[in-house]
């Protein structure tokens, strides 16, 4: 009988798929233990908008119908967020698969998809998945920028005629890195008109540095610019999937014609429009972010521990060793962190900020596992 693997394409037969968290019912399985702290998957500890499960319980007896294949509430209740029109709007299943969109919309087999070094795993998975070439270009040594930080000009400085999409994170995961206004804004003004940028934005809401840039007030200004946002972050809906690119009109036209039907569905769309509005549940859940921030970077200082200055709702901190039995010590104490040395950090591990119980949890646990 033939192998399968023979009939896939050359590209996929390479793959090494993406990695997420492990789940909490994976490891009480796994383990039989309960009372699990997961930090592992940069979810909002507090959950979603009240606002949203209402619209969550509101729509489950229209379930039997298909969802509004062109999201009109949803896209409406954007527009008016954001000051855009919905027709500058691509919905997705999550913003991983605009992110994928973009990539199957304007990626040719062998033409280059650039990114930084220790960038979403993602990006060079969409590339190879779909026959690009993904270039990962070194990310700043802490010597002229940012340690572990994008590099734009090394990252312009690969741009070539092969070239036709970039990806770059703002802020970065899993680094917790940004791009100040300024640097992203160079690196737009050079790119070719013929080569598209996207920039990530996941974890845009958590931010609060005054140099950090919204790209969507640019896009008038590059025709070539996609920007994605999430759901599954500071709304609380990851188990949802719900995500969106916002580009030129002519842009989100060609991504609309290659994303499925229906690829967004009712519930997830309603949630969505409806936590938009609840501007209550964001402040509190970005203030919880940043008084737990502040614990776990003292925390760190206090026990020695390096970590890398994060504007996400994550952070990432070297362990001085091989991470990957600190990892499963603290799977043992019912702790799930990310272990990172898939995007080439080893002897790191990132770490969501929780609540104030969940982030003493964590660091109790952490404590016994390095004997501190």
Same mark, same amino acid.
């Given at each position: 009988?033939?192998?399968?693997?023979?009939?896939?394409?050359?590209?996929?037969?390479?793959?090494? !798929?993406?990695?997420?968290?492990?789940?909490?019912?994976?490891?009480?399985?796994?383990?039989?233990?309960?009372?699990?702290? /997961?930090?592992?998957?940069?979810?909002?500890?507090?959950?979603?908008?009240?606002?949203?499960?209402?619209?969550?319980?509101?729509?489950?007896?229209?379930?039997?119908?298909?969802?509004?294949?062109?999201?009109?509430?949803?896209?409406?209740?954007?527009?008016? /967020?954001?000051?855009?029109?919905?027709g500058q709007i691509t919905?997705?299943?999550?913003?991983?698969?605009?992110?994928?969109?973009?990539?199957?919309?304007?990626?040719?087999?062998?033409?280059?998809?650039?990114?930084?070094?220790? @960038?979403?795993?993602?990006?060079?998975?969409?590339?190879?998945?779909?026959?690009? /070439?993904?270039?990962?270009?070194?990310?700043?040594?802490?010597?002229?920028?940012?340690?572990?930080?994008?590099?734009?000009?090394?990252?312009?400085?690969?741009? &070539?005629?092969?070239?036709?999409l970039v990806f770059i994170?703002?802020?970065?995961?899993?680094?917790?890195?940004?791009?100040?206004k300024q640097e992203l804004?160079?690196?737009?003004?050079?790119?070719?008109?013929?080569?598209?940028?996207?920039?990530?934005?996941?974890?845009?809401?958590?931010?609060?540095? !005054?140099?950090?840039?919204?790209?969507?007030?640019?896009?008038?200004?590059?025709?070539?610019?996609?920007?994605?946002?999430?759901?599954?972050?500071?709304?609380?809906?990851?188990?949802?999937?719900?995500?969106?690119?916002?580009?030129?009109?002519?842009?989100? &036209?060609?991504?609309?014609?290659?994303?499925?039907?229906?690829?967004?569905?009712?519930?997830?769309?309603?949630?969505?429009?409806?936590?938009?509005?609840?501007?209550?549940?964001?402040?509190?859940?970005?203030?919880?972010?940043?008084?737990?921030?502040?614990?776990? @970077?003292?925390?760190?200082?206090?026990?020695?521990?390096?970590?890398?200055?994060?504007?996400?709702?994550?952070?990432?901190? &070297?362990?001085?060793?091989?991470?990957?039995?600190?990892?499963?010590?603290?799977?043992?104490?019912?702790?799930?962190?990310? !272990?990172?040395?898939?995007?080439?950090?080893?002897?790191?591990?990132?770490?969501?900020?929780?609540?104030?119980?969940?982030?003493?949890?964590?660091?109790?646990?952490?404590?016994?596992?390095?004997?501190?």
């Amino acid at each position: 009988m033939i192998n399968p693997e023979q009939l896939a394409a050359s590209a996929v037969r390479k793959l090494t !798929p993406y990695q997420p968290g492990k789940p909490i019912t994976e490891l009480e399985r796994e383990l039989g233990i309960s009372n699990i702290v /997961k930090l592992a998957s940069n979810e909002n500890p507090l959950g979603p908008s009240p606002k949203a499960l209402e619209a969550i319980q509101s729509g489950l007896g229209a379930l039997h119908l298909y969802p509004d294949g062109g999201g009109f509430d949803l896209k409406a209740a954007l527009a008016g /967020k954001l000051g855009i029109e919905p027709g500058q709007i691509t919905l997705g299943n999550g913003s991983s698969e605009v992110l994928e969109l973009a990539v199957r919309t304007f990626v040719e087999p062998g033409q280059k998809v650039i990114f930084s070094e220790y @960038c979403f795993a993602i990006y060079p998975i969409l590339a190879q998945a779909n026959g690009a /070439k993904g270039v990962a270009v070194s990310a700043h040594d802490g010597t002229k920028g940012p340690h572990y930080g994008h590099d734009v000009k090394a990252m312009a400085e690969k741009v &070539d005629s092969q070239t036709r999409l970039v990806f770059i994170a703002n802020p970065n995961n899993p680094t917790g890195t940004y791009l100040k206004k300024q640097e992203l804004l160079w690196f737009l003004q050079g790119v070719p008109e013929d080569v598209i940028v996207v920039v990530d934005e996941a974890y845009c809401e958590y931010v609060s540095v !005054p140099d950090y840039p919204n790209a969507l007030e640019w896009l008038v200004d590059f025709p070539n610019l996609i920007v994605t946002r999430t759901f599954s972050k500071v709304y609380g809906l990851a188990g949802l999937r719900a995500g969106y690119a916002v580009s030129s009109p002519e842009i989100a &036209d060609l991504m609309n014609r290659v994303r499925p039907p229906f690829n967004v569905n009712s519930l997830a769309m309603a949630a969505a429009a409806a936590a938009l509005s609840d501007r209550e549940h964001i402040e509190r859940s970005v203030r919880l972010n940043n008084e737990g921030m502040q614990i776990l @970077c003292d925390a760190f200082s206090v026990r020695g521990l390096p970590f890398i200055p994060s504007v996400g709702n994550f952070i990432t901190f &070297d362990v001085g060793r091989n991470a990957l039995p600190v990892y499963q010590a603290l799977l043992l104490q019912g702790v799930i962190v990310r !272990p990172i040395a898939n995007y080439g950090l080893p002897d790191h591990l990132r770490v969501t900020v929780g609540t104030d119980i969940e982030n003493r949890l964590f660091l109790e646990a952490l404590d016994r596992v390095l004997g501190l």
